[in-house]
């Protein structure tokens, strides 16, 4: 039986939150604007709670031990009142999720990064008006909307945040008391998760979730769950992400301190957050007044949805990608966490390429041409029947918002970026433009650079592998980034160097140092090329791999002699901007490869660590 205090917070935490039902749009896209990434702020948010919390239980101890409390030092030295302490130093969850979502519409954010979205909540025409039933009561619940924010990467809305907290501390405190009780701790999480699933107040079945909303949120679960794995990990070792993390508080004599990898300025947060926290990569699933709604809903905002989910290049994915996404984030690296997919299939961003008829050539919502998904999918069978049908082979993607890189794609560009042969072949055989440049001046050799398959039959058919595009880019720069070392090799052998440069004197290996393609970069390194070009800005590879925050990348060019102080034409080393991006890790490495090279003075107020 829990205690009377207990179930007081929970009805508490539940008519804070409840009341209001924040609720967040993860389909409804701001169309050409890329979002600020607030996830180094929310680390140090975090790393100051836990901070003040070792301090405040520190000076108790040093307090009951002048006292010769002994029993009172005995109490603070049990991890639970660490725990304890540190979670007293966090604000109540409504509060955080309102608190960050005002600075992340108005606040200082905006000014720290101008012409970036720091946070996104739409208004009246946001996704779950436009697809709940007129007479819907709980409709009335979505005109309390947290922003979505950029968090290491990851699209979360701030009402994440608090489940982290709020949720997450409930989940602990549970999972504490079975513990106490003697249940080994695999089968104490199973029936944490099992218990809060049960309750009709604060399940996702419940008040909290379905009842309210109309939606059983599986990304609200992970944030819970991880919220949980937070207060765990404060005081014991714990696995993340599919690795043993230690604990980020250890005894110290009497009292508590820090470990060592806990430290301002560290990606705290990131250790925790990850897609399983994106609502639109980890769909809720709706009930079945909302089902259909929804999905038309999503497919209004295709085009919107598959810019924000470009890849590293800018090209759509595919359907496969976000189906096997959505599958991939059924488990926290197999950890049950709650997720449901019920009766009915999630709706996945997969529902985005679906044709807009089966029997014209019309595109669909995002821009796509029957033809052209089935080039996508690989289907040679579909796209026979289509070019006897007399579907154009080369008709161009026309999606906006779109990335460059997509726009005005032919199915052949689209058959090459997936490694589709047979359909690429077929493609030209038809009639298809194996050159044709979309206005960016993409070629198919281009989104084909990523894939030796494809690159081969082009070579095969007289492609011109020299060919650029509008930013100067060859094909050798195209599978640099994408990291396709056999790709980079049979361009050497077509004629192709190391070290061809682009419109901004960016060399193969500046581009695939910015993207973190290490096998690229070692292939292009071992066959000669220049480590230390300057771009037109005076920037190195290790420059770009420092800003980029790929600490792998940095460490496999510092390991072939690039050098920590070297200057471009502003004056700034890899390790200033390594500073400027706030990683403390990649600043930390290079200090050390930089200490027998002469000290290089930092500019203007900037300091070297974070």
Partial sequence: MKSTTHWAWIVAFCLATGGLAHETDHFTVTP??????????????????????????????????????????????????????????????????????????????????????????????????????????????????????????????????????????????????????????????????????????????????????????????????????????????????????????????????????????????????????????????????????????????????????????????????????????STLWGLDYGHKTGNDELITLAVCFEPASSNSPAANEAGYTPLHLATMRGDLAQVEKLIQRGDDVNAPLKCLPCDVVMYGSTPLHLAAAQNHVQVMARLIEAGADASHPTPAGVRPIHRAAAHPEALSLLIERGVDVKATDGFGRSAMHWAAMADAGESINLLLAQGLTTDVRDVNDATPLHRAAAAGADAAVSVLLDRGADLQAADRLGLTPLHSAAAAHRETTVKLLLDHHASPTATDDLGWTPLQLAARAGDASIVRMLKRHAAAEPAVKVAGDLEETP
């Avoid at 639109?280 to 909302?290: E, K």
């Avoid at 800018?314 to 096997?324: L, M, S, V």
């Fill in 32 to 329: 050409g604007r890329e979002f600020a990434d607030l996830g180094p702020q929310l680390s140090v948010f975090l790393y100051d709670r836990i901070e003040r919390g070792v301090q405040t239980i520190n000076q108790q101890i040093q307090r009951a031990r002048k006292a010769g409390d002994d029993e009172t030092v005995k109490q603070l030295q049990n991890p639970a009142s660490l725990v304890a302490a540190v979670h007293r130093e966090m604000p109540d969850p409504y509060s955080f999720i309102e608190n960050v979502g005002r600075d992340a519409e108005t606040g200082v954010w905006n000014d720290r990064y101008p012409g970036r979205i720091v946070g996104f909540k739409p208004g009246l025409d946001n996704v779950y008006l436009t697809a709940a039933l007129p007479v819907d009561p709980r409709t009335l619940f979505k005109f309390w909307f947290a922003p979505v924010i950029k968090t290491y990467g990851v699209y979360i809305g701030t009402d994440k945040l608090g489940h982290f907290i709020g949720m997450g501390w409930l989940n602990y405190q549970e999972f504490i008391a079975r513990r106490q009780r003697g249940e080994p701790a695999d089968q104490a999480m199973t029936k944490t998760i099992q218990a809060t699933e049960s309750n009709p107040i604060l399940s996702e079945s419940g008040i909290l979730g379905i009842a309210s909303s109309g939606a059983y949120s599986n990304a609200d679960l992970a944030s819970d769950f991880m919220g949980m794995m937070f207060f765990r990990n404060l005081t014991e070792p714990v696995k993340l992400k599919g690795e043993m993390r230690p604990a980020m508080v250890q005894r110290d004599g009497d009292g508590w301190k820090l470990a060592p990898h806990v430290y301002r300025g560290c990606d705290l947060l990131s250790w925790f957050v990850s897609d399983h926290w994106d609502e639109a990569l980890n769909p809720s699933l709706f009930d079945g007044t909302m089902q259909g709604g929804m999905k038309r809903a999503i497919q209004q905002r295709s085009a919107g949805l598959l810019w924000r989910y470009r890849d590293d290049q800018g090209g759509h994915r595919t359907p496969e990608y976000f189906t096997q996404k959505a599958k991939e984030l």
